[in-house]
T-cell receptor
């Protein structure tokens, strides 16, 4: 049968505007969350992370908000630039019983920056 | 510090063949994980190695295997390739501390014809 690809949500923003990318996670026991940026032809690149004992963390031009009550994460990018165009993934970290970590990724959001 | 290095970048194989992919982690990182990325399934966890031992495994058939060497470098192998194995295979390393992010390489693009 035909293989259907994941439909990536797309967010289009004007250069200089702020971007907000949202993500819902599934495991209420997850205690560590990461945002990754993936450009075409490259692997996911770490942007920012947050532990479950925090509800907000800021980096350079980026802020992550965590709402554990509704299991929701958001990534805010200030003054969006053309170089921010990429697919953004949230990931929740699970500590495995044998030790080590496993990331469960969201489906991703395509951010397009319009000049 | 050099990042995670994966070789080769591209591979084309035919059904039934086998393939080996290589990953060199960031210096000092002892945990290496492998992920498969496809348009249909997104990013899926394959397995994780630490101290030359497979510590965790995802839900993939036994045709997918791997190993880790004493210098933390890792290889993964896929035997009896199927068309559905066409994907971007990503390797990631971490220092294996709590709440440490995985750092990914740029992947190996495998095409099975």
């Amino acid at each position: 049968g035909e293989s259907v690809g994941l439909h990536l949500p797309t967010l289009s923003v004007q250069e200089g505007d702020n971007s907000i990318i949202n993500c819902a996670y599934s495991n209420s026991a997850s205690d560590y969350f990461i945002w990754y940026k993936q450009e075409s032809g490259k692997g996911p690149q770490f942007i920012i992370d947050i532990r479950s004992n925090m509800d907000k963390r800021q980096g350079q031009r980026v802020t992550v908000l965590l709402n554990k009550t509704v299991k929701h994460l958001s990534l805010q990018i200030a003054a969006t630039q053309p170089g921010d165009s990429a697919v953004y993934f949230c990931a929740e970290n699970m500590i495995l019983t044998g030790g080590g970590n496993k990331l469960t990724f969201g489906t991703g959001t395509q951010l397009k920056v319009e000049l | 510090k050099a990042g995670v290095t994966q070789t080769p970048r591209y591979l084309i194989k035919t059904r039934g063949q086998q393939v080996t992919l290589s990953c060199s982690p960031i210096s000092g990182h002892r945990s290496v994980s492998w992920y498969q990325q496809t348009p249909g399934q997104g990013l899926q966890f394959l397995f994780e190695y630490f101290s030359e031992t497979q510590r965790n495994k995802g839900n993939f058939p036994g045709r997918f295997s791997g190993r880790q060497f004493s210098n933390s470098r890792s290889e993964m192998n896929v035997s009896t390739l199927e068309l559905g194995d066409s994907a971007l295979y990503l390797c990631a390393s971490s220092p294996d501390r709590a709440n440490s992010p995985l750092h990914f390489g740029n992947g190996t693009r495998l095409t099975v014809t």
